[in-house]
């Protein structure tokens, strides 16, 4: 279970993925999320916060590059989750400033949209997330690099 892939009818089944993520995720996480603009990777973050009982607005961090959440879950408490956009990113100082290297920590998760443009400031992703178009739908093939990533995505449940 390296490597999956699903056909998600609709941006309603986008969310569902997400949220269905939610459920196995843990803290330690790095998640890298590809696309084109417009493929749902802001709609999978906002399913996934969702799951995870956020109820504040979810909005893409294409200006701001990080949108920090913080949520709660009765198992393990307060988790951060660190949602980055760096489709806008080209200043490395920016990074090293603003401190951004410190939310990949034990105790966050970091989604990355459009991590190439930082690849090398980076840490190795434990998830990778491809949404491809098609039509309405999307194609999700999901990739996992650890072994912390592979626990957790065993306990995700069907029809996932």
């Keep these: 279970m390296d490597d999956f892939t699903l056909d998600l009818a ?5 969310i569902a993925l997400g949220a269905a993520l939610a ?7 790095t998640i890298y999320l590809h696309g084109n603009l417009g493929a ?8 996934l916060l969702q799951g995870l009982d956020y109820q504040g607005k979810v909005k893409s961090p294409t200006y701001t590059i990080v949108e920090p959440y913080e949520v709660n879950r009765a198992s393990q408490g307060a988790m951060n989750i660190y949602h ?4 806008r990113f080209n200043d490395e100082e920016e990074w090293e400033s603003a401190g951004f290297r410190d939310y990949f920590n034990a105790q966050s998760i970091c989604l990355i949209e459009w991590p190439e443009r930082a690849a ?6 434990d998830i990778d997330v491809y949404i491809l178009m098609q039509g309405v739908g999307r194609s999700v093939r ?9 626990q ?3 306990r995700l449940k069907q029809p996932y």
């Design 10 to 14: 609709d941006e309603a089944a986008t």
């Design 23 to 29: 459920q196995v995720m843990e803290p330690n996480l």
């Design 40 to 47: 749902g990777k802001t709609t999978l973050v906002r399913g």
């Design 84 to 87: 980055f956009d760096l489709y």
């Design 120 to 125: 090398h400031l980076l840490p190795i992703p």
């Design 142 to 150: 999901i990739t996992l690099h650890s072994q912390h990533a592979r």
């Design 152 to 154: 957790c995505m065993q």
